[in-house]
């Protein structure tokens, strides 16, 4: 039994299909979103409908952009022959925030995964090893995040890259900063300790 | 530093002004979005403009629905005599989801409250009476949040309403204190509404 108008049991029925939305929350949202109805309703709906419009995939690394080659494939003034592999886009998105990785990316899309059923041709593994054949790559450093998948996935694309003179490397492992020890699993204390340094 | 195109910032700016979201989860949220573009994005770009056009707070109660009077006060089915008053639309919502209350409703807009600065004009109290005085009301059921503010409102409004010869109740006991109407399941507020009691 719907509790208000056709249109509105639809937004809310649409929103709460967002990653971080239940039902619950999407009422509360579309509730606000009427109250700031110019002001945040209305805009939203402009800027999605912009989005659905502009929003494409680079077909060179996979970012997510509004331009085909994206913004950072076709900035001449990034290392072209450094690649930086991450799992998701959001990923790319943290590490360019963070302004930590001046050359390229390449997105895989996902890892491997034996449960889920992700094998190397449903990620963008193939696209990589082309891109460092043909590109002149010189490194390519693996940014998965630090889970099974995630390493397994690593071994596998340092594996599909043997042999193309390219040089691999991963993030460290270690102490987040601002980290506390006792808060930490005994993996990640374990990895800290191995690839400790000179103080 | 924008890391994606302009459209797309703007996308996640709006949505991280969402209850519930913050710049994190919007990000998340509109990468989602754009995987799912056509079946999601451009959708829900149609249903927020759908919803800007057509949402209406409603005059006689403050519903939020797309016809004024809304569906529950334009509905000749509903028991006209017993008005059951809340806090905010959410939880009038919630109580006509749980189905409990056959009546009409009237929404106060919020809660008195010394610390907001939230005085009795700021609230829909003036249009209660009004609505008491002039349409033979005969039951106002109060169901304000167990909240300092919540009851502090009711017995405001139970003050207000005297000498208009109308039965005031209140939820039973049975919300827990503290608790918010809208984190209720049903059956707590089918309990809580059977059991009301003489204010
Ligand atoms: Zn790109
Ligand atoms: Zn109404």
């Not at 071994?155 to 601002?178: C, F, K, N, Q, W």
């Amino acid at each position: 039994m719907p509790v208000t108008g056709p249109e509105i049991e639809r937004l809310i029925q649409l929103l709460s299909k967002l990653p971080g939305l239940g039902p619950r929350s999407a009422r509360r949202a579309v509730l606000q979103l009427i109250k700031k109805k110019e002001t945040l309703l209305a805009p939203l709906a402009v800027a999605m409908a912009d989005a659905a419009e502009k929003a494409c995939i680079c077909s060179i690394c996979g970012n997510v952009d509004t331009q085909d080659p994206c913004a950072i494939c076709s900035d001449p003034t990034r290392e072209p022959t450094t690649l930086c592999v991450v799992e998701e886009v959001g990923d790319l998105w943290a590490l360019e925030r963070a302004g930590v990785h001046k050359g390229r990316y390449h997105v895989l899309g996902g890892v491997l995964s034996a449960l889920d059923g992700v094998g190397p041709n449903d990620l963008n593994i193939g696209s990589l090893a082309e891109r460092v054949e043909k590109n002149g790559i010189k490194e390519v450093i693996l940014a998965m995040n630090a889970t099974v998948d995630g390493q397994t996935t690593a071994h596998y694309i340092t594996d599909r890259l043997e042999g193309l003179g390219v040089t691999i490397s991963r993030l460290a492992h270690g102490v987040p900063v601002g980290g506390e020890l006792d808060y930490l699993d005994d993996g990640t204390l374990a990895a800290a300790m191995k690839s400790r340094r000179p103080f």
